[in-house]
């Protein structure tokens, strides 16, 4: 059941990035599945890989094109970074040995972060708005007795020469790091060998050149009934490096009026995703609506996420809400990273 998680997981962050366009004549998922041999599903996906390496070529020329001397340099250092990671992180045991998958598998695994790195690639901006981000990337796999374990984290690192990223860079090790504790003796189930896997994830955003959103994804399985999926973010003011909150977006007093567009959501969601009636109740809801971790910013709109067991059970999954910008553009500072977004 896990890698349906793990598998939900991807989902979520391909959703979240923007979607790549379409092309012409290249096997889908749904083509690849329907193939009834190993060596057919391989070919399957070689097309596939094949169009994505075109890709990503061709949104690698294009951002660099933009770019000065120094920041193209910064570009490509990153992305040899990533090619040098990027099998690595593909052939760990989080994919492999744990999970119990195979070539195939990694095969699959190679062409999503193809896909992502891509349109990750095609979100920066481009110019002198170029953000110096680069990404980072740990796997690690063991054993002790009674446990196998496997560990993975890809997570970016703010690098624009002579600004102060040290609060954001520290949040997002922190997290990386969190997936890496190892398991001990003591942690093992009496006559039998568990499988345990932390991976760690991300999207980036970007509602304007200058306000960039990590969203960071979790995914633990620790060998007991399901894995647990979630997600936190960070919205980060690229040319001063300092973390942005809803404070910073939104006029004094504006959780009053967020408040009831958020419960009057939640409650359609339920009727489809059965949650928790009271954790719409005003203190409740106001108290989560007030983490940081839970906003994301968009070209479009700012979403609120709401992880698994947060406000309602596991088998209803996470909830997120949508307030496009012209919806609450009266809760909106006009001296604040969005102001662009009701001018």
């Not at 096997?27 to 075109?54: F, G, L, M, N, Y």
């Not at 949104?59 to 990533?82: F, G, K, M, V």
């Not at 980072?136 to 560990?151: L, Q």
Request: aromatic content about 8%.
């Amino acid at each position: 059941m896990w890698v349906n998680m793990r598998q939900a997981v991807i989902m979520a962050l391909a959703l979240a990035a923007t979607a790549a366009p379409a092309q012409a004549q290249v096997p889908s998922a749904a083509d690849c599945a329907k193939a009834t041999t190993v060596a057919a599903k391989t070919a399957c996906v070689q097309a596939r890989q094949s169009a994505a390496d075109k890709d990503i070529a061709a949104a690698y020329d294009q951002l660099s094109q933009t770019l000065s001397a120094p920041a193209r340099n910064h570009l490509r250092n990153d992305q040899e970074s990533w090619r040098a990671a990027h099998n690595r992180v593909c052939a760990t045991e989080t994919v492999d040995t744990v999970t119990g998958a195979g070539a195939l598998d990694r095969q699959e695994c190679v062409l999503s972060r193809t896909r992502r790195r891509t349109e990750w690639l095609r979100v920066l901006p481009t110019g002198d708005s170029y953000p110096y981000i680069a990404e980072h990337a740990r796997t690690e796999s063991g054993s002790v007795p009674g446990i196998r374990y496997a560990f993975s984290a890809v997570y970016p690192r703010f690098e624009r020469p002579g600004i102060d990223y040290k609060e954001a860079n520290t949040r997002l090790t922190q997290a990386a790091d969190a997936m890496f504790e190892k398991p001990d003796r003591s942690d093992a189930a009496p006559g039998r060998t568990q499988r345990w896997s932390r991976e760690f994830d991300y999207t980036l955003l970007f509602a304007t050149p200058r306000l960039a959103t990590i969203i960071g994804a979790r995914n633990v399985y620790l060998g007991g009934a399901h894995p647990v999926g979630y997600l936190t973010t960070i919205m980060v003011d690229v040319p001063t490096g300092r973390l942005i909150a809803p404070t910073d977006i939104f006029v004094r007093g504006f959780e009053s009026k967020i408040l009831p567009l958020v419960q009057a959501d939640l409650r359609r969601q339920f009727r489809e995703q059965p949650g928790f009636d009271e954790a719409l109740q005003p203190a409740k809801l106001l108290k989560l609506l007030l983490e940081d971790r839970r906003w994301i910013a968009r070209a479009d709109r700012i979403d609120i996420e709401f992880n698994t067991y947060e406000v309602g059970p596991y088998v209803s999954g996470p909830y997120s809400v949508s307030l496009p910008y012209e919806r609450i553009a009266s809760l909106i500072r006009r001296d604040g990273p969005l102001a662009d977004k009701v001018r």
